[in-house]
């Protein structure tokens, strides 16, 4: 009987070892694609819409003693951004503004995270920033605003990491109000293309 025990349980435990970890893992399909890489000059891929300096990978940055603004280059769908900044000012935030624009006319779905690491090694995760434009004419931005309370000393590293995009495409020409997948041409990464921004706003 305790043979038989020990058999079931063994391959009740050979079962689990197969089922996914409970804690989330980055989803293979959309992380494992390529980092994102400027093909040519950064002012190409900065973003238009970004005050401050553009930097070699494209990102836009301006910060102040009492504001940052982070913009990340903007990309196609199928590569990952991962982009980061190290401060230069210390920052009392009382609000984190997140920003995510996409093409016009284009149908798709993407999110990007932003990680606050202090100096000493402590990383403060921010709720994740996802939009599904199921609809080409749906609005293009997203933004929202979280109501904080925050000192990062100089050289806290903020990082913004977006996954591939799930690209659904532009619609058909023959198609006036687009609404399902069915109603959208061959797909085209180039046709989806995003932009993210943090904003730190304090004193």
């Not at 025990?5 to 070892?17: D, E, N, P, Q």
């Not at 300096?53 to 504001?67: L, S, V």
């Not at 109603?183 to 046709?191: A, L, V």
Request: hydrophobic letters at 40%.
């Amino acid at each position: 009987m305790k043979i038989k025990s020990l058999a079931l349980f063994t391959v009740v435990l050979s079962i689990f070892a197969f089922i996914p970890s409970a804690y989330a893992q980055p989803s293979p399909q959309l992380w494992s694609w390529p980092l994102c890489v400027i093909p040519g000059a950064p002012v190409n891929n900065a973003e238009t819409f970004a005050l401050g300096n553009i930097r070699a990978d494209g990102a836009t940055i301006d910060e102040g003693n009492d504001f940052l603004e982070f913009s990340t280059a903007v990309f196609p769908a199928l590569c990952v951004l991962d982009q980061s900044y190290t401060t230069l000012f210390a920052h009392n935030v009382q609000a984190i503004g997140l920003q995510m624009g996409s093409s016009a006319d284009v149908a798709e779905e993407w999110a990007f995270w932003v990680d606050i690491t202090l100096p000493g090694g402590k990383t403060i995760r921010l709720p994740k920033l996802q939009y599904d434009k199921h609809g080409a004419n749906q609005r293009g931005n997203l933004n929202e605003r979280l109501n904080v309370n925050l000192v990062l000393p100089v050289g806290t590293v903020i990082r913004i990491r977006r996954p591939a995009v799930v690209c659904l495409g532009k619609p058909n020409p023959s198609v006036v109000n687009p609404d399902t997948p069915g109603d959208y041409g061959p797909y085209n990464q180039f046709n989806c293309i995003t932009g993210q921004a943090v904003t730190l706003v304090g004193q």
